[in-house]
C-alpha cells in the first residue's frame, strides 16, 4: 500500500506505476535523501515536534539503511515511486509509527527540492576539481612551449605568428571561466529549501536555520512556493555545462585537425587513439571525436530543461520529475569527458619544427612588414596596399617575403632599407609582440604565472 493512498478507493494501474516512477534515476540520491532526512529528524526532536528518543531512533535507522543501501543490501521498489518513498517506506518497515513520524512537518515537494541541491552541489565540487586538474595540465604545456612557433588563424587560414603556449593560455581561459561560472551557480544552489512542506510552509515551529548549518547550507530560501518550484540552478548548471563542453569541442576540433598528415603538428599518444578494422595505417583521434560528438547532448539537455520549465504555473507539477535525467546525464557526460580529454592533452606530442614550418609559409609576416613601413613614416592603409603588392609579387615569383632581393623590396617602396629582414623575422615578429596579452615569450610567461597564482587561490576552491 502507498504511503498516501488513504483517500483513493482504487489501486495505481500498474503500468501508471512503471510510467509515474523515477526510482530508476533518482536512486543515486539515496545519500543526499537519507543526510536531509537525519537533519529533518534530529531537528523535530530538538524542537520538541517529535519525542527526543524517537527522533534518535529514526537517525540511527537511517544511518544503518545508508549501510545497507552502499553495500548492496537493498533493492528498491518501482511502486514505491521514488527514492524518497523508498526510503521512507523501508524506514516505516522498520519502525512502525515511530517511523511514520519523520514526514511531519515536510513534504516531497520540499524533499526534492533539497536533495536534489545537495547533489548538485557535491557534483559542482566534483567537476571544479576536475577543471582545475585540466588548467594545471594547461600551465605544464604552456610552460614546456613559450618558444614554440605556429601560424595563429583567422577563417582557418594562416594569420599572424604565435607561439603554441600562448594558443594554449586561451584555452586556459576559457575554462577559467568555467570554473568561475561554476562557482556562481554554487552560490545559487546554496540555499536550503526544506521547511517549505508542498508549497505553504508548516504550521509546526521548525527551527530551519539549525537545518540550514546541519547540512552545510549558506542561506535557506525566503518564499516557500518559490523555493518548491524553482529549477532555475538545475538548468544554470546545465547551461555551464554546455558552455564548458563548447569549449572542449573547440579544442577538439583542432587537435584533430594538427593530428592530420596535412597539419602534422601534433601526435596522439597510442593509448588515446584507435585503430581501423580495414586501413591497417589508421591513427584516429576517437577521443577528440567522441568529446566533440558528445557536446551535443549535452546541448540538447538544456533545452530540455528550458522547455520543460516554460509554461509551469506555481508551484511544484509533476513535469518537474523530468530535471532529473536531463541535469544527471549533463554532469555524467561532462565528468567522462574531463579527465580522458585531459589526459590526451598531457600525453600528446608536440612537433615543433612542423609549427614553426607553418608559420613560415603563408605570409604570416605580412602585417609585419606594413607595421615597420608605418614606423618608416607611412600611413597604414598606403602600408596595407603596399604590402599586399608584395605579397601578390610573392606569390607570382613563388617566394616568401623574406626571401626577396633588397632590391626586390624597394621597387615597392624606397623607405625599406636592410633592418627590415629582422623586422620580418618570425622569431622576431612573435618576440616583438610583447604588450600584455600578447603572444611574446615575456608576456605569455607572465600569462602564466597569474595563472598559476589562480590554481593556487584557494579562495575559489
Known sequence: MKLWAGRFEKNTDKKVDDFNSSIRFDQRMYKQDIMGSIAHATMLGKCGIIPQNEAEIISE???KILDEIEQGLIEFEIDAEDIHMNIEKILIQRLGNTGKKLHTGRSRNDQVALDIRMYVKEEIKNIKNMLLDLLKCLVDMARNNTETIMPGYTHLQRAQPITFAHHLMAYFEMFKRDYLRLNDCYKRTDVMPLGSGALAGTTYMLDRLYVKEM???SAISENSIDAVSDRDFI???????????????????EVI???TSEFAFIELDDSFTTGSSIMPQKKNPDVAELVRGKTGRVYGNVVSLLTVMKALPLAYNKDMQEDKEAIFDSIDTVKLCLPVFTEMLRTLKVNKNNMAAAARGGFTNATDLADYLVKKGVPFRNAHEITGKIVLYCIDKNKSIEELSLGELKSFCE?????VYKN?????CVRERKIPGGPAPEAVLSHIEKASAFINDESWM
Do not use: P
Not at 538548468?235 to 576540433?253: D, G, N, T, W, Y
Not at 623607405?415 to 633592418?419: A, H, K
Not at 620580418?424 to 622576431?428: A, N, P, S, T
Open 424 to 428: 620580418i623575422d618570425i622569431l622576431e
Open 235 to 253: 538548468i544554470e548548471l546545465a547551461s555551464c555545462l554546455a558552455i564548458c563542453m563548447m569549449h572542449h569541442s573547440r579544442f577538439c576540433e
Open 215 to 217: 547540512l552545510n547550507f
Open 257 to 259: 585537425l594538427w593530428s
Open 61 to 63: 535507522e537511517l544511518k
Open 415 to 419: 623607405l625599406i632599407e636592410e633592418d
